[in-house]
């Protein structure tokens, strides 16, 4: 990566039934490379069978499921949904573009969107171990201890608006 790409800016925007399959292939080698190792083999096909299931791809069809990306020229380098009202679901950045601010930006977005569109007054996320310290630094706070279910290590966190 040249110093150059380091500078461009990227635009966060909802995704495009096109960007589906990229969005969710960064999602999965970014689950892989920093939260796979911190759950079990259940939990690792738990993940991967929810973020390619059919059901879930029609509801973002649908607009029931709001996907949005971030993205350097053509390449999708983040992404972040909500679901259930106002529940924040999938927030991955592509390895080589995390510490960045993509993330942020794309949660920004999201809280936005919920705040001023969707008028939800709180967003809540299931946070893995790894993201814990990043959702704090954006405002949110653990609202029960780390739980596990099916494999799944998360800390139960939300943001009121």
């Known amino acids: 990566m040249d110093i150059r790409s380091l500078r461009r800016p990227y635009e966060v ?20 490379k920093y939260e796979g190792r911190d ?9 991967f069978d929810f973020i390619t299931d059919e059901d879930l791809y029609i509801s973002f069809l649908k607009g029931e499921y ?14 972040g949904s ?13 390895e080589a573009y995390q510490n ?12 936005h969107y919920l705040k001023t569109e969707a ?10 171990p ?7 630094k954006q405002g949110f706070r653990a609202v029960h201890p780390e739980v596990e279910f099916s494999g799944i290590r998360v800390t139960p966190m939300e943001k009121v608006f």
């Open 100 to 111: 960045r601010g993509v993330g942020s930006c794309i949660l920004r977005k999201l809280c």
């Open 119 to 128: 008028g939800e007054r709180f967003m809540s996320l299931q946070a893995a």
């Open 39 to 47: 759950y079990t083999e259940e939990g690792i096909r738990n993940f």
């Open 130 to 136: 790894y993201a814990v310290n990043f959702y704090r």
């Open 13 to 32: 925007r909802w995704a495009r039934t096109e960007e589906w399959i990229p969005a969710i292939k960064m999602i999965w080698m970014t689950f892989l």
């Open 66 to 79: 709001r996907l949005m990306v971030a993205l350097d020229e053509e390449k999708i380098i983040g992404a």
């Open 82 to 94: 909500v679901r259930d009202k106002n529940r924040l679901s999938l927030l991955f950045v592509d």
